[in-house]
């Protein structure tokens, strides 16, 4: 079983597209979106969080899980695979800010857009990332801080909304004016896309099918975890948050009303 695991329900954005690719999989989802968002919490704070959901998805099964989040992957990737995961063999964590760059570089864009979280951007890893892959990128990046407050309250359609979306578009491409692309390290935040009012003159990259792809290839690379993941195309959903609220903001993602369980 693939597990995939986010802050709240951004995460969704990436299991579509592995869904799309890999319909036969079976995958197990949770959303923490009782303690969303991440984007403003410390690092410890951050860690402890990812840890607990994923080892709650260990515990339903996976074998494979994927941080959906680019919050908890910048804080926490590196402590869970050098420190966590020594007391569960065979089991594997992902996390998809080093693919989106990987991405992103190899169709040669040398100045960039990023668009995250407040503890993302703080992070430095984006830039860390970019910086190893090809010296010399021009990157600017901006913290839309209520982006993901209103995808998990479900309010991407208010006005409120449409006005911050509006407000930070243009303001990163005020800070970058020559910018090849905009980057959208945050899973939530291509729920919001639509508010813009105008043509976005340049390409625009959500992680979806990206963090898919690269997860094609490396199940390629690893027979020894894909042989390991059942095929029976079942997906369970999980969520510490309210479930009826949860399953109808998922639609925004899934095109439909995904069965939500709790996990608190």
């Given amino acids: 079983m693939i597990g995939i695991f986010d802050s709240g329900i951004g995460g969704l954005s990436i299991l579509r597209s592995i869904h799309k690719r890999h319909p036969q999989y079976r995958t197990v989802y949770f959303g923490d979106s009782k303690n969303a968002p991440y984007g403003s919490k410390s690092q410890d704070e951050i860690i402890d969080l990812t840890w607990e959901g994923v080892k709650f998805l260990f515990d339903q099964g996976a074998v494979l899980v994927i941080l959906a989040c680019n919050t908890a992957t910048a804080a926490a990737l590196r402590v869970i695979q ?103 390290a945050c899973t939530h935040f291509p729920a919001l896309l639509h508010s813009y009012p105008e043509r976005i003159p340049i390409p625009i990259f959500a992680q979806g099918g990206i963090v898919a792809a690269r997860l094609h290839t490396y199940l390629k690379r690893h027979p020894e975890i ?30 439909y009303t995904p069965r939500f369980e709790v996990n608190v």
């Fill in 82 to 184: 050098q420190e966590r995961l020594k007391d569960y063999p065979g089991r594997n964590v992902l996390g998809i800010i080093l693919p989106t760059a990987e991405e992103l570089v190899e169709l040669e864009f040398d100045r960039i857009a990023i668009l995250a979280t407040p503890s993302t951007m703080a992070s430095g890893s984006y830039l860390t990332e970019f910086n190893k892959l090809k010296p010399g990128m021009h990157i600017t990046q901006h913290a839309p801080e209520d982006w993901v407050n209103f995808v998990e309250a479900n309010e991407t359609q208010q006005e409120a909304a449409r006005a911050s979306v509006k407000k930070h578009i243009d303001a990163v491409l005020k800070g970058l004016p020559d910018a090849q692309a905009i980057l959208l």
């Fill in 226 to 255: 894909e042989t390991n993941i059942e095929r029976d195309g079942d997906h369970l959903y999980f969520t510490s948050g309210d479930v009826a609220h949860v399953s109808k903001a998922a639609e925004v993602f899934m095109g």
